[in-house]
């Protein structure tokens, strides 16, 4: 159950209309970093949470507050877009909507919304579920939850700086701000996991089924030597299971792929020398009637 309080969790007020803004700000609202997704990502992985209660709970806590988030962008956006479509007189008597379009402004602010926000990104492109992650597995979904936050103060970073409104980098320093906690947070409760659990994830799956001649070497697979020297290549795993090897020449460990010829109901190019194997042809659906 959720209730909406009116208040916002923080002041969203620009000090100017300013439209071509307003495109811009849509990115961290309904972009692949946006408030958006990170609101759905941490709600779908609390209400799909199996384990400790602690954790299902730190996740709805913060998935509502992306929410407020979503809320004071929101806001913020309708509110840059006061005063569209054209700021200059002239320009606007003769046909505000083309100006604000010829002048940077998302013409989907005056056609689709009525001056204000969607659930797009800064380009119109619509948010879709397919940017959040939710697997079940906590340290895996608590990692990309890492570099969601990452991504996205890095994003907002870059917006505070093309901008010299003082509400809204007031705005904006309060999500980078909130950005910085949940960094934070991410990291802290990674700790947690990788101190209770191994970590590589799953770590549930018997390392002995994989092939462990090769879980540990840093193989260079392109040229130049440079990558020798980073921490990957050489002391103890990350993992505490083994010593890194670095491999200069990796060598071939699989065959030289040769396929066979196809049915001949396929049509496929016929191998010279090679007869087509007898096959029973293919249920009816994919004969001609």
């Excluded at 990692?143 to 505070?160: D, F, H, K, P, W």
Aim: glycine share 8%; with cysteine.
């Amino acid at each position: 159950m959720f209730f909406h309080i009116k208040e916002l969790q923080y002041n969203a007020k620009p000090d100017r209309p300013d439209p071509v803004y307003a495109k811009k700000l849509q990115e961290v609202l309904g972009g692949q970093f946006g408030e958006i997704s990170v609101m759905m990502q941490y709600l779908f992985q609390g209400w799909n949470c199996r384990g400790e209660q602690k954790y299902r709970d730190m996740l709805l806590d913060i998935g509502t507050e992306e929410m407020a988030h979503v809320e004071m962008l929101a806001t913020m956006i309708a509110q840059l877009l006061d005063g569209a479509p054209a700021n200059v007189q002239e320009e606007a008597a003769k046909d505000p909507v083309i100006h604000s379009v010829l002048g940077g402004m998302n013409p989907q602010h005056v056609i689709v919304s009525g001056l204000g926000v969607t659930p797009t990104d800064s380009v119109g492109y619509p948010w879709n579920s397919r940017y959040i992650i939710a697997s079940g597995n906590m340290l895996a979904d608590f990692r990309a939850n890492l570099n969601a936050e990452s991504q996205g103060r890095l994003q907002v970073v870059r917006l505070y700086e093309s901008t010299t409104d003082k509400g809204v980098r007031d705005m904006l320093s309060f999500l980078i701000a909130r950005d910085t906690m949940h960094q934070n947070q991410w990291m802290a409760a990674i700790e947690e996991l990788e101190a209770s659990q191994k970590p590589i994830v799953p770590s549930t799956f018997p390392q002995d089924l994989e092939k462990q001649e090769v879980s540990y070497s840093f193989m260079n697979f392109s040229q130049g030597e440079e990558s020798r020297n980073g921490r990957w290549a050489s002391g103890p795993s990350m993992d505490g299971q083994a010593q890194f090897e670095y491999i200069h020449e990796p060598k071939a460990m699989g065959q030289i792929p040769v396929l066979g010829q196809a049915p001949a109901y396929i049509h496929n190019s016929p191998i010279p020398g090679v007869p087509a194997p007898a096959a029973n042809q293919p249920e009816s659906h994919f004969v001609h009637s």
